[in-house]
């Protein structure tokens, strides 16, 4: 799967150097999705996080798809049905809300890597969230092995 990545000139020399550090503390909030590399199929959004857009290949066969990390239709809470989303909502959610809004930043940090730690100990290398309404995705990759390729 061909991705993008939005990140600083300087970040980008290293990532292009060095590969992705995924323990690298993070620039703004440690992702709803888990602790990991994010990436996106939106050239806009890419954009949005850095000046330079790096091109990702990604071997996303043993990712977990999720539709949504919220779980809302609208304003509308709906339950997760698979196995993927019903893991991702175990360790995510706190007492039932989203962590993004319940949990300071230190809690979210431990969330996060509580969530690349249980999907990776369940096999999976990341997780596909989406296609969302407007028909993008979001990728997270936890483990650099699944990483083709990055230009």
């Known amino acids: 799967?061909?991705?993008l990545h939005?990140?600083?000139s300087e970040l980008a020399e290293r990532i292009l150097e060095e590969g992705f550090d995924l323990d690298?503390?993070?620039r703004s909030d440690p992702g709803d999705f888990g602790w990991g590399a994010y990436l996106t199929d939106e050239a806009s959004r890419a954009r949005s996080y850095g000046t330079k857009v790096l091109s990702v290949?990604?071997?996303?066969t043993r990712f977990a798809r999720i539709k949504s990390p919220y779980f809302l239709d609208g304003f509308k809470?709906?339950?997760p049905t698979t196995s993927e989303e019903k893991l991702f909502h175990g360790v995510a959610f706190c007492d039932g809300s989203m962590m993004s809004v319940t949990a300071d930043h230190e809690e979210r940090v431990a969330i996060a890597q509580r969530i690349r730690e249980t999907f990776l100990a369940a096999g999976y290398g990341g997780i596909v969230a989406g296609p969302d309404k407007q028909g993008q995705c979001e990728v997270v990759v936890f483990d650099t092995t699944s990483i083709v390729s990055v230009a």
């Not at 290949?57 to 996303?60: F, I, K, Q, R, T």
């Open 1 to 3: 799967m061909k991705l």
């Open 6 to 8: 939005g990140t600083t």
């Open 24 to 26: 690298a503390p993070r």
């Open 57 to 60: 290949e990604v071997d996303v």
């Open 77 to 79: 809470e709906v339950e």
